[in-house]
C-alpha cells in the first residue's frame, strides 16, 4: 500500500447494492470526505447514489469485458475478477492517482468493489474501511423491487442468493486484513439513529463534528416514512438490528482482529 502522502485518508465503503451504502457515503460526505464525482438523485436514492461516476464506469467495462459478460447481479467469483489484474493494474494505478491527488480527506464507494478491491489495495494511501451490512431479506426485497423493471430482473431467492454472496465476501475480506482500519456499520442504525452514527464515523476518522455537518447530516438522511414501505415487506425474524446469525459470523472471522469499531 502507497504512503506518498502521509496526511491523506482514503475512506472505502464496501457493501451490497440495496444495503445502505448510498445513505452512508451521504453521510461520510456531510461530515467532510470528497466522495468524488457522485451522481445525482434518482427514485430509489432519493439523495442521490454518493457512488463516483468514474469508478462505476470501470468497474462496469471491467465485469462486462470478463467472460461471458457479468454484472453486479450476475457476479464473477472473486477470484475471476482479481484475474484481471494484468489487464487492469495501469489503469487502476492512473485512476486512483488522479482522485487522491491534492486531497487530504476522501473516498469511493461502489458496490462492486467488494469483489475488486484486492486490486486497489496497491495503490490505496492510508486506506479506512467503512463495512455496511443489512438484513438479507431487506436487501433482497430492496433487490427485486430496484430491477421489477428491468429487461433481466431479481426474483426474491436470488436477492437472497446475492445478498448472502457479497456480505461473505465482506466477511472474508475481514477476515484476509485485520490490520486494516475499519468499523461496521448497519443500514437500520444509519437511519434510526443517524447522529450517533455519524459520531462513531467522525470519531473513527478524528473528524470534528461541528454544528455544520451535524446539520449536513440532518438534511441528508432520508425521512423514516421515506422507507416506511420497505420494513413493511419483511418478518420480525429479520427485522431490527444487525441479525445474530451475521454478527455471529462476523464475531467467529474477526477473531483477534484489532482496529476494529464495531
Known sequence: MSYDNPGQKTVIVLGT???GTSVTAGMLSSLGVNMGNVGYATESNPRGAFEDRDFERFHKEMFNAIDGGKTYWDPPTRERALAEKPVVDSHIARLMAEKSKGQKLWGWKHPRSVLTIDLFLPYVTNPHFVMVFRNP???????VEHTKNR??????????KLANFYQKEMVDFLDRHPELPTILVTFDDIVTQ????????AEFLDITLDEKKIKA????VIPRDQIAESRKQTTDLWTGRFPKFIKKTVD???GRRRRLKV
Open 17 to 19: 447494492a440495496r444495503s
Open 137 to 143: 431479506l431487506a436487501i433482497a426485497y430492496s433487490s
Open 151 to 160: 429487461e433481466k430482473s431479481v426474483d426474491l431467492i436470488t436477492g437472497l
Open 194 to 201: 443517524p447522529m450517533k452514527e455519524a459520531a462513531r464515523l
Open 217 to 220: 447530516v440532518e438534511h441528508m
Open 252 to 254: 467467529s472471522a474477526l
